[in-house]
């Protein structure tokens, strides 16, 4: 069951990340996530 900590803490990560990026470009975001 650790390994869902540990994606609980990269999900925070990430929506940090494209939380800053939505404010710049949100069209490479779908990219990236796609």
Do not use: F, R
């Not at 404010?23 to 996530?33: M, Q, R």
């Amino acid at each position: 069951m650790k390994k869902t900590k540990q994606v609980e803490n990269n999900a925070k990560i990430v929506n940090k990340h494209l939380k800053s990026k939505l404010k710049g470009n949100p069209k490479k975001l779908y990219e990236a996530a796609g």
